[in-house]
């Protein structure tokens, strides 16, 4: 049975409503992963983009919880510095192509507008039908080579939230 955008929305607030993300995460990756294995959810909601056109698109936010599903498409490489989502959190899910994620441990703390310094901690790679959840406060950083889509879920509209200043060490 197809996996449809309203039902995913529908699925991630049924859990968000009943316990806080971090006691939901898992659940909420398996969602994710759920409309990664879904090849007509896939072509709707991640197509080709035309050139200029921003990768990210938010495909729902809800009223609500504030939540947003994102599409991304990159058509080459996409290469990410440390970052962390402000006071939201997200799960990546990887939908095609393969993304290289670093993890990264804050060393010194930023203060009086001095940026946070981050050294790496940990390496992986995210394949297609994988699914992340990166907490409030946890910098990552992402390396694409070639062509990647993939779905984020925010916690909140990253149009609208300050990230932190964050640089490598």
Same mark, same amino acid.
């Given at each position: ?14 859990? !968000? ?10 659940? !909420? ?30 495909? +729902?936010?809800?009223?609500?919880? =504030?939540?947003? /599903?994102?599409?991304?498409? +990159? =058509? =080459? ?14 799960? +990546? =899910? ?15 703390? @930023? ?25 409030? @406060? ?14 984020? /879920? ?16």
């Amino acid at each position: 049975m197809p996996y449809s955008l309203d039902d995913l929305a529908t699925d991630i607030r049924a859990e !968000l409503s009943q316990k806080p993300v971090q006691d939901c995460a898992e659940q !909420l990756c398996a969602l994710v992963s759920k409309a990664l294995n879904d090849k007509d959810f896939l072509a709707k909601h991640l197509p080709d983009r035309a050139e200029g056109e921003p990768p990210r698109a938010v495909l +729902y936010e809800d009223p609500d919880l =504030g939540f947003c /599903i994102c599409g991304h498409v +990159y =058509g =080459g490489q996409a290469i990410g510095n440390p970052h962390d989502h402000g006071s939201s959190w997200a799960i +990546y =899910g990887q939908a095609e192509g393969r993304t290289e994620m670093i993890d990264w441990k804050i060393v010194k703390p @930023g203060e009086g507008g001095e940026p946070a310094l981050v050294k790496p901690e940990k390496t992986y790679t995210l394949s297609p039908g994988d699914a992340h959840f990166y907490d409030i @406060g946890h910098v990552h950083s992402p390396k694409r080579v070639a062509p990647t889509r993939l779905i984020r /879920i925010e916690g909140s509209n990253l149009d609208h939230i300050q990230r932190s200043n964050i640089k490598a060490a």
